[in-house]
Protein backbone atom coordinates (compact mmCIF):
# COMPACT_ATOMS: atom_id res chain seq x y z
CA UNK A 1 0.00 0.00 0.00
CA UNK A 2 0.86 3.62 -0.35
CA UNK A 3 3.40 5.25 2.30
CA UNK A 4 2.89 8.51 4.19
CA UNK A 5 5.89 9.66 6.71
CA UNK A 6 5.92 12.37 8.68
CA UNK A 7 8.63 14.04 10.43
CA UNK A 8 9.52 14.46 13.30
CA UNK A 9 7.51 11.39 15.10
CA UNK A 10 7.47 13.83 18.12
CA UNK A 11 8.98 17.15 19.19
CA UNK A 12 8.83 18.99 22.06
CA UNK A 13 9.29 23.46 22.09
CA UNK A 14 9.19 26.32 24.18
CA UNK A 15 6.17 28.47 23.72
CA UNK A 16 6.95 31.47 21.56
CA UNK A 17 8.88 29.36 19.01
CA UNK A 18 7.56 27.97 15.77
CA UNK A 19 7.84 24.19 14.64
CA UNK A 20 7.62 22.75 11.50
CA UNK A 21 5.97 19.25 10.68
CA UNK A 22 6.63 17.62 7.14
CA UNK A 23 4.38 15.00 5.78
CA UNK A 24 5.36 12.89 2.71
CA UNK A 25 3.70 10.63 0.58
CA UNK A 26 6.73 8.24 -0.54
CA UNK A 27 5.84 5.95 -3.08
CA UNK A 28 3.05 8.15 -4.75
CA UNK A 29 2.10 11.79 -5.95
CA UNK A 30 -0.31 13.26 -3.63
CA UNK A 31 -1.99 15.82 -5.09
CA UNK A 32 -4.29 16.76 -2.03
CA UNK A 33 -2.77 16.53 1.38
CA UNK A 34 -4.60 16.43 4.93
CA UNK A 35 -4.05 18.15 7.93
CA UNK A 36 -5.87 16.40 11.24
CA UNK A 37 -5.62 17.51 14.62
CA UNK A 38 -6.06 14.88 17.74
CA UNK A 39 -6.55 15.72 21.25
CA UNK A 40 -5.66 12.90 23.81
CA UNK A 41 -8.87 10.22 24.09
CA UNK A 42 -10.37 12.66 20.87
CA UNK A 43 -11.52 12.24 17.69
CA UNK A 44 -9.83 13.64 14.53
CA UNK A 45 -10.51 17.07 13.30
CA UNK A 46 -9.64 18.43 10.19
CA UNK A 47 -7.76 21.46 10.29
CA UNK A 48 -7.13 22.12 6.64
CA UNK A 49 -6.61 20.69 2.95
CA UNK A 50 -3.62 21.56 1.67
CA UNK A 51 -3.64 21.16 -3.03
CA UNK A 52 -0.16 21.28 -4.67
CA UNK A 53 0.88 24.91 -5.98
CA UNK A 54 -2.53 26.61 -3.88
CA UNK A 55 -3.21 27.78 -0.88
CA UNK A 56 -4.42 25.49 1.36
CA UNK A 57 -8.40 25.91 2.47
CA UNK A 58 -8.45 26.21 6.12
CA UNK A 59 -11.37 24.77 8.54
CA UNK A 60 -13.92 26.96 10.61
CA UNK A 61 -12.37 28.46 13.70
CA UNK A 62 -8.73 27.54 12.71
CA UNK A 63 -6.21 30.19 12.15
CA UNK A 64 -4.61 30.25 9.15
CA UNK A 65 -1.77 33.04 10.06
CA UNK A 66 -1.17 29.92 13.12
CA UNK A 67 -0.92 27.69 11.23
CA UNK A 68 0.85 27.84 8.62
CA UNK A 69 0.42 25.03 5.03
CA UNK A 70 2.89 24.87 2.48
CA UNK A 71 2.21 22.20 -0.40
CA UNK A 72 4.80 22.84 -2.25
CA UNK A 73 5.40 19.90 -4.38
CA UNK A 74 3.25 16.39 -5.43
CA UNK A 75 5.12 14.77 -2.43
CA UNK A 76 5.66 17.35 0.46
CA UNK A 77 3.13 19.66 2.15
CA UNK A 78 4.40 20.91 5.91
CA UNK A 79 2.64 22.22 8.05
CA UNK A 80 4.65 25.10 10.81
CA UNK A 81 2.85 26.11 14.17
CA UNK A 82 4.05 29.82 15.04
CA UNK A 83 4.84 30.98 18.06
CA UNK A 84 3.29 28.18 19.42
CA UNK A 85 1.49 27.98 23.16
CA UNK A 86 1.01 25.30 25.36
CA UNK A 87 -2.72 25.19 24.35
CA UNK A 88 -1.23 23.80 20.84
CA UNK A 89 0.17 20.67 22.03
CA UNK A 90 -1.49 18.10 20.29
CA UNK A 91 -1.15 14.76 17.84
CA UNK A 92 -1.00 16.40 14.21
CA UNK A 93 -2.28 13.69 11.73
CA UNK A 94 -1.43 14.01 8.02
CA UNK A 95 -3.02 12.31 5.30
CA UNK A 96 -2.57 12.29 1.53
CA UNK A 97 -4.70 11.77 -1.42
CA UNK A 98 -3.33 10.17 -4.74
CA UNK A 99 -3.57 12.17 -7.88
CA UNK A 100 -5.79 11.50 -10.35
CA UNK A 101 -10.10 12.15 -10.61
CA UNK A 102 -11.58 9.58 -8.48
CA UNK A 103 -15.14 7.85 -9.65
CA UNK A 104 -17.85 6.59 -8.15
CA UNK A 105 -16.69 3.40 -7.91
CA UNK A 106 -12.58 4.43 -7.28
CA UNK A 107 -12.69 6.66 -5.01
CA UNK A 108 -9.82 9.00 -3.94
CA UNK A 109 -8.57 7.23 -0.65
CA UNK A 110 -6.84 9.02 1.86
CA UNK A 111 -3.08 7.58 3.27
CA UNK A 112 -2.16 8.37 6.64
CA UNK A 113 0.75 9.39 8.40
CA UNK A 114 2.11 8.07 12.04
CA UNK A 115 1.58 11.16 13.54
CA UNK A 116 3.57 14.01 15.31
CA UNK A 117 3.34 14.42 18.69
CA UNK A 118 4.22 18.18 19.63
CA UNK A 119 4.57 19.18 23.37
CA UNK A 120 4.57 22.64 24.37
CA UNK A 121 6.49 24.26 27.55
CA UNK B 1 -22.55 19.86 7.32
CA UNK B 2 -22.01 15.95 7.26
CA UNK B 3 -22.05 14.67 11.28
CA UNK B 4 -21.10 11.06 12.36
CA UNK B 5 -21.88 9.70 15.46
CA UNK B 6 -20.80 7.11 17.91
CA UNK B 7 -22.49 6.69 20.69
CA UNK B 8 -20.52 3.49 22.39
CA UNK B 9 -17.21 5.46 23.71
CA UNK B 10 -16.15 2.49 25.54
CA UNK B 11 -16.97 -1.41 24.30
CA UNK B 12 -15.36 -5.14 25.68
CA UNK B 13 -15.07 -8.31 24.41
CA UNK B 14 -13.87 -11.69 25.06
CA UNK B 15 -11.68 -13.25 22.53
CA UNK B 16 -13.31 -14.86 19.81
CA UNK B 17 -16.80 -13.15 20.06
CA UNK B 18 -18.67 -11.23 17.80
CA UNK B 19 -18.83 -7.13 18.83
CA UNK B 20 -20.88 -4.99 16.87
CA UNK B 21 -20.10 -1.17 17.20
CA UNK B 22 -22.44 1.50 16.29
CA UNK B 23 -22.42 4.41 13.71
CA UNK B 24 -25.43 6.87 12.58
CA UNK B 25 -24.42 9.77 10.07
CA UNK B 26 -26.76 12.36 8.75
CA UNK B 27 -26.26 14.12 5.09
CA UNK B 28 -28.09 15.44 2.62
CA UNK B 29 -25.65 13.96 -0.06
CA UNK B 30 -26.86 11.14 -2.06
CA UNK B 31 -23.14 9.80 -3.49
CA UNK B 32 -21.13 9.23 -0.92
CA UNK B 33 -18.64 6.67 1.14
CA UNK B 34 -18.42 5.30 4.85
CA UNK B 35 -15.30 3.85 6.77
CA UNK B 36 -14.48 2.41 9.92
CA UNK B 37 -10.54 3.12 10.92
CA UNK B 38 -8.56 1.23 13.56
CA UNK B 39 -6.45 3.25 15.40
CA UNK B 40 -4.52 0.95 17.86
CA UNK B 41 -2.28 2.64 20.57
CA UNK B 42 0.38 3.44 18.17
CA UNK B 43 -1.88 5.95 17.11
CA UNK B 44 -1.63 5.22 13.02
CA UNK B 45 -4.77 5.37 11.10
CA UNK B 46 -5.57 1.81 9.83
CA UNK B 47 -8.33 1.69 7.14
CA UNK B 48 -10.56 -1.74 8.32
CA UNK B 49 -13.60 -1.25 5.77
CA UNK B 50 -15.17 1.16 3.39
CA UNK B 51 -18.40 1.08 1.62
CA UNK B 52 -19.97 3.17 -1.30
CA UNK B 53 -23.25 4.24 -0.24
CA UNK B 54 -24.74 3.04 -4.20
CA UNK B 55 -23.90 -0.20 -3.45
CA UNK B 56 -26.41 -1.82 -1.34
CA UNK B 57 -24.13 -5.14 -0.99
CA UNK B 58 -22.89 -4.94 2.56
CA UNK B 59 -19.23 -4.96 2.75
CA UNK B 60 -16.86 -7.71 4.27
CA UNK B 61 -13.18 -7.79 5.28
CA UNK B 62 -12.37 -11.29 6.28
CA UNK B 63 -13.57 -11.32 10.08
CA UNK B 64 -15.11 -7.19 9.65
CA UNK B 65 -18.23 -7.02 8.04
CA UNK B 66 -20.87 -3.69 7.97
CA UNK B 67 -24.69 -3.49 8.11
CA UNK B 68 -25.26 -0.52 5.90
CA UNK B 69 -29.17 0.48 6.38
CA UNK B 70 -29.18 4.01 4.07
CA UNK B 71 -32.64 5.06 4.83
CA UNK B 72 -31.66 4.65 8.73
CA UNK B 73 -27.98 6.47 7.96
CA UNK B 74 -26.83 3.70 10.27
CA UNK B 75 -23.83 2.08 9.56
CA UNK B 76 -22.91 -0.30 11.90
CA UNK B 77 -19.35 -2.69 12.38
CA UNK B 78 -19.08 -6.58 13.30
CA UNK B 79 -16.41 -7.76 14.52
CA UNK B 80 -16.38 -11.72 14.27
CA UNK B 81 -14.02 -14.02 15.85
CA UNK B 82 -12.43 -11.17 17.82
CA UNK B 83 -8.88 -10.96 18.55
CA UNK B 84 -6.55 -9.34 20.91
CA UNK B 85 -5.22 -7.61 18.23
CA UNK B 86 -8.40 -5.86 17.79
CA UNK B 87 -8.02 -3.73 21.03
CA UNK B 88 -8.26 -0.04 19.47
CA UNK B 89 -10.08 2.73 19.00
CA UNK B 90 -13.05 2.60 16.38
CA UNK B 91 -13.61 5.77 13.98
CA UNK B 92 -16.99 5.55 11.81
CA UNK B 93 -15.96 8.46 8.74
CA UNK B 94 -17.80 9.68 6.27
CA UNK B 95 -16.64 11.13 2.69
CA UNK B 96 -18.84 13.23 0.08
CA UNK B 97 -18.20 12.04 -3.40
CA UNK B 98 -16.57 14.88 -4.89
CA UNK B 99 -14.65 13.17 -8.12
CA UNK B 100 -11.55 14.56 -6.54
CA UNK B 101 -10.23 14.06 -2.75
CA UNK B 102 -12.55 14.92 -0.28
CA UNK B 103 -12.21 15.45 3.43
CA UNK B 104 -12.97 12.67 6.16
CA UNK B 105 -15.35 13.97 8.96
CA UNK B 106 -15.00 11.11 11.71
CA UNK B 107 -17.22 10.24 14.94
CA UNK B 108 -15.86 10.29 18.07
CA UNK B 109 -14.96 6.92 18.69
CA UNK B 110 -15.45 3.73 20.22
CA UNK B 111 -12.74 2.37 22.67
CA UNK B 112 -12.63 -1.79 22.03
CA UNK B 113 -11.12 -3.89 24.88
CA UNK B 114 -10.25 -6.99 24.12
CA UNK B 115 -9.96 -9.83 27.10
CA UNK B 116 -9.03 -13.27 27.41
Known amino acids: GAVVSQHPSWVICKSGTSVKIECRSL??????MFWYRQFPKQSLMLMATSNEGSKATYEQGVEKDKFLINHASLTLSTLTVTSAHPEDSSFYICSASPRGRGSLSSYNEQFFGPGTRLTVL | AQTVTQSQPEMSVQEAETVTLSCTYD???????LFWYKQPPSRQMILVIR??????QNATENRFSVNFQKAAKSFSLKISDSQLGDTAMYFC?????????????FGTGTRLQVTL
Open chain 1, 27 to 32: DFQATT
Open chain 2, 27 to 33: TSESNYY
Open chain 2, 51 to 56: QEAYKQ
Open chain 2, 93 to 105: AFMMYTGTASKLT
